[in-house]
């Protein structure tokens, strides 16, 4: 089941790294928004793809200036730096 979560998880990230060449900040948000709903009951707050996901999330609410939203995922993603 580790490895099936970890392949899955991988491969999202591997997506989401192929969306940052496309210039479509609003459907990469969806695709963020989406990716973190699928894993939040799955892993921890402090693993690296789900800090990741919630880091590009972020960047591309910056985009799209939806501030309260990346506040939001900045500030989870903080919480795994500190």
Excluded: F
């Excluded at 969806?30 to 921890?44: D, F, N, V």
């Amino acid at each position: 089941m580790t490895v099936l979560v970890h392949d899955k998880l991988e491969t999202q990230t591997n997506g989401i790294k192929q969306k940052i060449c496309i210039p479509d900040t609003k459907a990469m948000l969806e695709y963020c928004k989406s990716s973190i709903k699928k894993t939040s009951g799955i892993l921890h707050g402090l693993n690296v793809y789900a800090t990741r996901v919630l880091d590009y999330a972020m960047d591309t609410a910056i985009a799209e200036e939806e501030w309260e939203l990346a506040l939001k995922y900045g500030t989870r993603a903080l919480q795994t730096y500190k």
